[in-house]
């Protein structure tokens, strides 16, 4: 029967994780609160992060995006911030499971639960987001492409938590497509996003054990047509899908080379509407 | 069994009691308070039967536990209730036939007020996407939908 913490600062938080042991964080709880009811995760205390506030920040500092730890889906879908060359991020959480998941999922958790389908994954990869997570020891700061190790494996140490993820400041559009059995809570059999700011970028979701970012450096942006084929294949290369329940891996891989020639069209035209979803009709 | 002290306001009522600390708050609200109408469904966050309006946005009770409701606002479909009678959510959904074995009727119920109270017209589109998280396997949904257009004045057609 795990204790509930609930500290109001981070030194309270640190004070309560001395007294505690085998302590898990709780943000939005749409993955911890399941797993644990299902009782796959066992643990001695859940500590309730939201109410520390350097966990609520959402804003511009130094030209940079930063979103609190705490910061719902929802919120990011609302917010003025998250549009423009940020606009990558709706995209993606709009995606995310349903509307009442996304009023308490937030984007930390997202990236914590290490899923290699996270929705919010690939479209932070290429934004060149960063962690910043505070422990006892101090703050640490961790490049997103760094972040992950293996499934629902990621590099923070059980006495981290995540105060912020940062985004660099950045021009340019992005593209997030997803492909999923129906609408609403299914998770994505494959999620691709593209980023075009003089470079080019892709990630990818759902095909591997982690999400993988493709950096192609800087391409003059009529390239981005001509070397479509060559493109597309270089990403295709990077996916390293199996097949599951969701979907075979022939049909992962075929769908990672439509999307990957999808958004690059999308990219390469920048009159045209980014936003497009690929759900299951 | 450890239990924390919990204060919060249901439907407007303000409660302070214990409850367990792995107590979710669809637990606090059926097995504690007595709030039998929100219901509990997958467990898992799928179904959407749990749904409640916590501090003005609609969330599956299921999956938030308890004590992360300290000196919430909660609503339920027990405050839908005028002065004894039906609201104008519930008359409508009877009236479209948007209801047949109603398990999931006090979440989608919820989930549409969430979506009235922000946006006092909503298109189609506005409404399937409040509603996306909202099971039903009796109705195929076009009653529901036509429910909530009605009871938002909108125009309706069947």
């Not at chain 1, 911890?32 to 299902?38: A, E, H, Y």
């Amino acid at each position: 029967m795990p204790a509930f913490l609930q500290p109001s600062s981070l030194s309270e938080a640190w004070s309560a994780l001395k007294e505690n042991e085998d302590v898990r964080f709780l943000a939005g709880g749409t993955d911890l609160i399941v797993l644990m009811r299902q009782g796959a995760v066992k643990c001695g205390a859940v500590m309730d992060v939201k109410k520390i506030p350097e966990l609520s920040v959402f804003g511009f500092k130094d030209g940079a995006l930063e979103i609190g730890g705490a910061v719902t889906c929802a919120q990011i879908l609302e917010a003025h911030e998250t549009e423009g060359p940020y606009g990558i991020l709706k995209q993606a959480a709009v995606t995310l499971a349903n509307s009442l998941l996304r009023n308490r999922a937030t984007l930390a958790g997202n990236l914590c639960n290490a899923s290699p389908g996270g929705d919010m994954i690939p479209a932070s990869l290429v934004l060149g987001a960063s962690v910043v997570a505070a422990s006892p020891r101090g703050e640490r700061e961790i490049p997103l492409k760094d972040f992950f190790l293996g499934v629902k494996k990621h590099v923070l140490a059980r006495d981290e938590i995540v105060l912020r993820v940062v985004f660099p400041k950045i021009q340019g559009g992005g593209v997030y497509l997803k492909k999923r059995r129906i609408r609403g809570h299914d998770l994505a059999q494959v999620g691709v996003a593209g980023f075009y700011d003089g470079g080019l970028r892709f990630a990818l979701g759902a095909v591997g054990p982690t999400p993988v970012l493709v950096d192609f450096g800087r391409i003059p942006e009529a390239e981005l047509l001509e070397r479509k084929a060559e493109i597309v294949e270089t990403v295709a290369a990077e996916a390293k899908p199996i097949t599951d329940i969701r979907a075979s891996k022939e049909y992962r891989l075929a769908m990672t080379r439509l999307f990957a020639g999808r958004i690059l069209d999308a990219l390469s035209s920048c009159s045209r509407p980014l936003a497009v979803e690929e759900a299951a009709q | 069994m450890n239990r924390q002290r919990i204060r919060l306001k249901v439907n407007g009522q303000a409660y302070d009691t214990l409850c367990s600390e792995n107590a979710t708050l669809l637990t606090l609200l059926r097995e504690d308070l007595g709030l039998t109408g929100t219901k509990e469904g997958c467990g898992a966050g799928e179904c959407g039967a749990c749904t409640v309006i916590l501090n003005g946005r609609p969330v599956n009770s299921c999956m938030v536990l308890a004590l992360e409701c300290q000196d919430s606002e909660v609503r339920t479909i027990e405050g839908e209730t005028v002065n004894g009678g039906l609201s104008d959510l519930q008359k409508a959904f009877i009236e479209h036939n948007a209801l047949q074995c109603g398990f999931c009727t006090p979440g989608m119920i919820m989930s549409a007020r969430a979506l009235l109270d922000k946006n006092p017209s909503p298109t189609r589109e506005d409404i399937c996407e409040a509603l996306e998280g909202n099971l039903c396997r009796c109705t195929g949904y076009e009653p529901i939908i036509a429910a909530v257009l009605s009871a938002a004045g909108g125009e309706v057609n069947e």
